[in-house]
């Protein structure tokens, strides 16, 4: 049998740089793939189709540079996957804004930034990789605006839904209950009849 030398401490030290360098190019090649996972946006996109049909007004800066409010279909932007929301439409360009929401690729990141003023820079405001939170910073973002004495709830097909949406939901639970208590009562007489079967039997 053949019976090899033991590695020589120069052979250690290539195959030691060996393996240190497998594991730098399998971590790049895992980083490019990440880098290459495309960012979901499609939730973002659908809360904004959804909300901008309903009569939700938030306030704004109008072009006076006062005040006003504005229904949020006319405030909303969309297109390309990158969504504007104007806070101000001022005919005073340094008092022009919006926000913008947008995903960015490279950075694996939902990014929303406020951009304000002439030739505006994007001023970070929010960014993460699940649409879920940024929606959430949005609402929480759009809640601050709204106009509440032309915003009314009982007028928002959306909030009508919402409540059926809710009603079916319950009625739903009840049904699946009611069809549990009935599976429960049938096992119990079940196991009540087998039980005096094997005592008449004894």
Not at 84 to 90: E, Q
Request: net charge positive; aromatic share 10%.
């Amino acid at each position: 049998m053949h019976n090899p030398k033991p590695i020589s401490p120069s052979a250690r030290y290539f195959i030691k740089l060996l393996e240190k360098r497998s594991m730098e190019i399998q971590h790049e090649l895992e980083s490019q793939s990440l880098a290459s996972q495309e960012v979901h946006f499609e939730e973002i996109d659908l809360f904004f189709k959804q909300v901008m049909s309903q009569n939700i007004f938030i306030y704004t800066v109008g072009q006076n540079g006062k005040r006003e409010s504005t229904i949020l279909a006319k405030a909303v932007f969309s297109m390309s996957q990158v969504i504007r929301i104007f806070y101000s439409t001022s005919f005073d360009d340094e008092q022009s804004g919006f926000i913008r929401i947008r995903k960015d690729q490279k950075l694996q990141l939902i990014i929303v930034e406020r951009m304000h003023g002439i030739r505006p820079k994007a001023e970070l405001l929010y960014s993460s990789a699940d649409q879920c939170h940024v929606i959430r910073f949005l609402i929480r973002w759009i809640m601050r605006r709204v106009d509440w004495s032309k915003t009314k709830l009982a007028n928002l097909e959306l909030y009508r839904r919402y409540h059926q949406e809710l009603q079916v939901e319950a009625e739903a639970k009840v049904n699946a209950a009611l069809v549990q208590q009935e599976q429960e009562r049938v096992q119990r007489e079940y196991e009540a009849h087998m039980k005096r079967r094997k005592v008449r039997k004894a």
